[in-house]
């Protein structure tokens, strides 16, 4: 068993949290790299060793988790989903005091802004602030902030914070409904102050960094301490696994779920619900020709527009590099794929967190079969953006190619987590699970392609590379998915 993997079976054992290490093995090292000179050794395998032996003290293990964990955070970070929380307050304006729980709030800054919000309207509210991270959370009772951090406060709430020295400090007023404690959100929630349960749970931004099982067990966690008319509000990308559970109301892109009334029986379906129009089944799966042999395509990268990159870019190209890169598409559609990787780094030089280029550079690798290179340019891409899907489709289709079955059909699941109508993973998972011989999950899948497909929905969640990549074989998926289901997959 590696150092690496020795270490997270610790974590695990002495937190409850399961690291997931797929595209990040690079951050991990560094973290243990960083923790073993703290602690005056020279590698990671003497670090591992130190804390095997001493069974670990949870604060080391803590320090570990935090370098690994992104606490990255700001005041009013989503001003549209709070202003679509602002609104359901003002409709359904609360007779009590507001009992608000943030899990995962990092250094307190969503936590404060919850309370502005409250005290604008004029409404009573406790907010309870929870990290599994000490330090932040003591940064958050100090409640002392740099100017960049407050940069998104609309200026109607200026007022709740006060100049000190170079800092702002949240106003008194504020930090009185506040409190913030420790709590790792794999373990039973907390009580609020007053009353069973929570009328507001705020967990955003944090499903990211568990593995999706461990996401349908904080959910369900989240069901149990929420009030039957309670609100739960998660990042504008992240999903619930448990949709049947939820009633999703929505604006835009952003969501808040409440409690669906259900019975017992219903509360343990977990099944994903997309509509099928498929026939019933013939024969049996082992009938159905292999679908894997359908995506030879895969093998070309995706041109890439740079001024129609996803909006979570980490910086707009200027005219020049939008010049270079026009030049590397003609290189991609010329199939002279060396040359284009060579103008893509040097690109990448000057934008290292550039996500598209990432993955065009990965593509690229990808198609001439240099996987290691391909894994490392997406590896880089998640560690820019955690939230993009193509990075994890990306990965798993190379994991795929590499027959590493466990770790594609993980990063697939990941892609779909993500964005679950994102039908590209969920054909590439289908062929994964045909490999790993899991015909219930198979046909899972399949539903969910053709459910899709069907359903006109197919490019909602394609960003334009993608979007290149798959939409042309829209027809020709759903195709190959029908005829798989008619021939054997059994519904
Ligand atoms: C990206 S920050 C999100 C901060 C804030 N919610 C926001 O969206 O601005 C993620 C936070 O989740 C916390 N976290 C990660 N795993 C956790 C766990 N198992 N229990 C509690 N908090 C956790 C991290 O320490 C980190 O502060």
């Known amino acids: 068993m590696s150092w690496l993997t020795r270490l997270t079976t610790l974590v695990n054992q002495r937190l409850g949290i399961r690291l997931s290490l797929e595209g990040r093995e690079d951050t991990f090292r560094q973290a243990v790299n960083v923790r073993a000179a703290a602690l005056g050794l020279t590698t990671p395998e003497e670090y591992v060793a130190r804390v095997s032996r001493t069974g670990g003290s949870e604060e080391e293990f803590q320090s570990l988790v935090l370098l690994v964990t992104n606490g990255h955070t700001s005041f009013f970070r989503d001003l549209e989903q709070l202003m679509m929380w602002r609104q359901v307050l003002t409709q359904d304006a609360p007779t009590r005091r507001l009992q608000v729980w943030c899990a995962g709030c990092s250094t307190g800054e969503e936590a404060y802004t919850i309370a502005m919000l409250c005290k604008e309207l004029g409404l009573a509210v406790e907010v309870l602030g929870t990290d599994i991270n000490k330090a932040s959370l003591t940064i958050a009772q100090h409640a002392h902030y740099d100017p960049w951090t407050t940069r998104r406060i609309p200026e109607e709430y200026a007022r709740f914070l006060v100049s000190a020295g170079e800092q702002l400090r949240v106003a008194d007023s504020v930090r009185a409904s506040v409190r913030f404690q420790q709590h790792n959100l794999l373990h039973t929630p907390p009580r609020p102050a007053a009353g069973q349960k929570w009328d507001v749970i705020f967990c955003r931004n944090v499903f990211i960094y568990f593995p999706l099982e461990e996401v349908g067990h904080v959910a369900r966690w989240f069901a149990s301490a929420l009030a039957p008319d309670g609100h739960l509000l998660i990042g504008a990308s992240e999903r619930l696994p448990d949709l049947k559970r939820w009633v999703i109301q929505s604006k835009g892109s952003r969501h808040t779920y409440q409690l669906a009334a259900m019975n017992d029986e219903e509360s343990h ?128 289709i190379t994991h795929r190619k590499l027959g590493n079955l466990e770790t594609a059909r993980q990063s697939l699941q990941r892609a779909l987590f993500l964005a679950p109508e994102f039908w590209p993973a969920s054909f590439m998972l289908i062929g994964v699970y045909e490999r790993l011989g899991q015909h219930k999950e198979l046909t899972r899948e399949l539903r969910r392609t053709l459910g899709v497909l069907n359903g006109g929905q197919d490019t909602e969640h394609l960003s334009p590379g993608v979007h290149r990549l798959f939409y042309p074989r829209a027809d020709e998926v759903r195709e190959a998915c029908l005829i798989y289901a008619e021939k054997g997959a059994q519904f």
């Open 269 to 396: 379906q977990t099944e994903w619900s997309l509509a099928s129009q498929l026939e019933t089944p013939r024969s049996s799966p082992a009938d159905a020709p292999p679908l894997s042999s359908v995506a030879p395509f895969l093998d070309a990268p995706p041109p890439l527009d740079l001024r129609a990159a996803p909006a979570t870019a980490m910086t707009l190209p200027s005219d020049e590099d939008v010049e270079a890169f026009s030049q590397v598409n003609v290189l991609i559609e010329a199939k002279s794929n060396h040359l284009a990787v060579v103008d893509v780094r040097k690109f990448l030089d000057a934008h290292p967190n550039h996500v598209p280029a990432l993955l065009t550079l990965g593509c690229l690798e990808l198609a001439q079969h240099r996987f290691d290179d391909a894994l490392a340019a997406f590896g880089a891409a998640a560690d820019a953006d955690p939230f993009l899907p193509d990075t994890y489709l990306f990965q798993g």
